[in-house]
């Protein structure tokens, strides 16, 4: 069964940047290239939402608070997809987890923090 991991989350300020990884296990190169992928985060008190999506043909779609500012990408020979996050601001502070379309397993997420 596949399994998703996310890295790459951390502190920092307002204005900053960073790059979330999410590695998929379990599956093969061909299996996890026809998914579309999924950015979703989760901030205190408030529902899980979704940030971004990628297709498996490449094409991609995100939320409008985050729109010009992240970038959703994918390397399905590594099995991983990435979000950067540029311009960062203290609402983006939530965890953040990967996952496929339809939905398996949540992953245990990545939390970012954005802090002055």
């Known amino acids: 069964q596949v399994q998703l991991m996310e890295s790459g989350g951390g502190l920092v300020q307002p204005g900053g940047s960073l790059r979330l990884s999410c590695a998929a296990s379990?599956?093969?190169?061909?299996?996890?290239?026809?998914?579309?992928m999924n950015w979703h985060r989760q901030a205190p008190g408030k529902q899980r939402e979704l940030v971004a999506s990628?297709?498996?043909?490449?094409?991609?779609n995100y939320a409008d608070s985050v729109r010009e500012r992240f970038t959703i990408s994918r390397d399905n020979y590594k099995k991983a997809i990435y979000l950067q996050m540029n311009n960062l601001k203290p609402e983006d502070t939530a965890v953040y987890y990967c996952?496929?379309?339809?939905?398996?397993?949540w992953g245990q997420g990545t939390q970012v923090t954005v802090s002055s």
């Open positions: 379990g599956t093969s190169v061909s299996l996890f290239s026809i998914y579309g």
């Open positions: 996952n496929r379309s339809p939905l398996v397993n």
């Open positions: 990628i297709t498996n043909g490449g094409s991609t």
